[in-house]
């Protein structure tokens, strides 16, 4: 039965409907419980149906789908974000009062989109996964519907995100048009380098994608969106919906590494460089958190391109562990900023002072997570830089492995103003201080994820 | 027959003007015609190559019904959230809309 390769996919929509359902006929004051124990429970067979099927290559649907272990390693990746995306929300979706079945419903469309798109071969499959996390993202932005931040962060994605779904697929029917085939193995393989058309095709898909990556030039929506987002929402879009087209451009660009021109994977260098430089640059004057991490997430954009470009077997290995690090830690410092905000302490680094005195936990586990996207030893980001390194040097790519420590070393200055304000600065903390226990649940296990990672790399590559 | 080249040059223009539209327009409903206009020349597009390859590829026809639910959806995201911004702001003039910068 093709449909037990869909297991994953089928429970995530039977999830989303049950969610919608029961929320029709709960109590209102168990609404959210409702909710959120249904998100988990689906997002925990999700993860059972994805462990499943982790050893099985196969097409299936007429070469719509392709389950293979690259895309079920993300699979799972999806299925442990989701989980700990909802322990971050549950708290921050209560005190705002926001309707919990449409934000759980819509958080999992994405990931049903992402789900779709990491295991699809198939342009068209790939345009209505990608479709489907795009307009969830629009409607999760805007989430906070009296806040005009959000709103605002929600046009503004809307509108460029859907110039670039625009342009993707225009890109995509030049490539059908070329080849008379939606199916990425089938266009490659017909394919000639230098073709016009195959070019004009290949630059507008990859033009589509980088945008939604918000790669240099295109990521002017990033920090807009990221800021005006709900906190959970913009830790979502930092680790989820970019990983998932960071996937779909890998199939891309793995595929078609033979016939694109070689200016094309110069262009990808080019943006690779960018992303990392002024991600780095344009963070070091930021003083909202959230918009901070939003041209981290940049630069670290930058640096996974970075495997793209040298596609080596072991730039790809590099790419899963610095994937897995840079989520658990992103996640943990999310978390960190969802907490301090509900304690009505805003969301500027200097909300951070003192956080080391208040809350020990939160203010050692923020050392953890900077140390690790920085890239010191002994965390897993550490771990994950030095791979890439080592996967350039190999490819004698030297002045791209100096730019890379380059960044690394500009990188410390502002994410050292986050640790100066959380353990040399202070300021009076209004009681009284709540403790959430969904939050420090997480920061927990993603200072597990970023600490083993430093020591035993290999599980990530299992 | 309409020859190919003239489809695809038509469908070129209409995503440039599209395209242009989108980016330089300030009325965010003009932004969202503007898109809408560039899905239709990926549309034409599509289906110009489908009839290219005639029947035993219906692969285009396929993909522009795609596309066309999917910008319908998209078109109904798009005015929920101009619904909200214009409740908060009173206006969909996008360069009125300047909270958010660097």
Request: neutral net charge.
């Amino acid at each position: 039965m093709q449909y037990k390769l869909l297991l994953p996919e089928i429970t995530l929509a039977a999830g989303i409907l049950a969610i919608i359902c029961a929320d029709l006929v709960v109590a209102r004051e168990s609404r959210r419980q409702t909710a959120f124990g249904l998100g988990l429970l689906t997002l925990t067979i999700y993860l059972m149906a994805a462990a499943a099927l982790g050893g099985v290559t196969e097409h299936a649907f007429a070469g719509h789908l392709l389950v293979d272990p690259w895309g079920s390693f993300f699979k799972l990746f999806f299925g442990v974000t989701g989980l700990l995306l909802l322990f971050l929300s549950y708290s921050y979706v209560g005190q705002r009062s926001l309707a919990p079945a449409e934000f759980v419903a819509l958080l999992l469309g994405a990931y049903l989109g992402m789900s779709l798109m990491v295991s699809s071969e198939q342009l068209l499959t790939a345009y209505v996964g990608l479709e489907l996390v795009s307009l969830t993202s629009y409607l999760l932005a805007a989430f906070l519907r009296q806040d005009p931040l959000s709103t605002e962060a929600g046009l503004k994605y809307f509108i460029l995100g859907s110039v670039a779904s625009a342009t993707l697929l225009f890109g995509i029917s030049f490539l059908y048009g070329y080849t008379g085939s939606l199916e990425l193995a089938t266009i490659a393989g017909s394919l000639s380098t230098g073709e016009g058309m195959v070019v004009i095709g290949s630059l507008l898909f990859l033009c589509g994608l980088l945008f939604k990556l918000a790669a240099v030039p295109f990521h002017v929506w990033a920090p807009d969106a990221l800021q005006g987002a709900p906190t959970p929402i913009t830790a979502f879009f930092s680790v989820g919906s970019k990983v998932a087209v960071l996937v779909l451009a890998g199939r891309f660009i793995s595929h078609f590494s033979g016939v694109l021109a070689q200016e094309v994977h110069y262009y990808l260098l080019l943006v690779a460089i960018g992303s990392m430089t002024v991600g780095n640059l344009v963070a070091l004057r930021q003083t909202n958190l959230k918009r901070l991490m939003a041209y981290s997430s940049i630069a670290h954009i930058g640096y996974l391109l970075v495997a793209y470009f040298l596609g080596t077997p072991e730039a790809y290995a590099a790419l899963r562990v610095y994937v897995g690090v840079y989520a658990a830690a992103n996640l943990g410092i999310f978390a960190i900023i969802t907490w301090t905000e509900s304690q009505n302490r805003g969301i500027e680094i200097d909300s951070f002072r003192g956080l080391g005195r208040v809350q020990p936990l939160f203010g050692l586990a923020l050392g953890v997570f900077v140390f690790s996207l920085v890239g010191i030893p002994p965390t897993g980001g550490f771990m994950g830089k030095l791979l890439l390194f080592m996967a350039s040097v190999q490819e004698a790519h030297y002045i791209l492995a100096v730019i890379m420590v380059l960044n690394g070393v500009l990188s410390v200055v502002y994410y050292y103003r986050m640790l100066r304000s959380a353990f040399f600065e202070d300021s009076e903390w209004i009681a009284p201080i709540t403790k959430n226990a969904a939050l420090e649940a997480v920061v927990l296990v993603a200072v597990v994820v970023v600490m083993v990672t430093g020591v035993w790399p290999g599980w990530l590559q299992m | 027959m309409i020859p190919l080249s003239w489809l695809v040059t038509l469908a070129g223009l209409l995503f440039g003007i599209g395209l242009l539209g989108a980016l330089l327009s300030t009325n965010a409903v003009r932004m969202l015609i503007s898109i809408e206009l560039m899905l239709n020349a990926v549309n034409i597009n599509l289906v110009a190559f489908s009839r290219y390859y005639g029947a035993s590829q219906p692969h285009g026809e396929i993909a522009a019904i795609f596309a066309m639910v999917v910008g319908a959806a998209e078109a109904a995201v798009g005015l929920a959230i101009f619904v909200a911004v214009a409740r908060n702001s009173k206006l969909i003039d996008i360069d009125k809309i300047n909270l958010l910068k660097w």
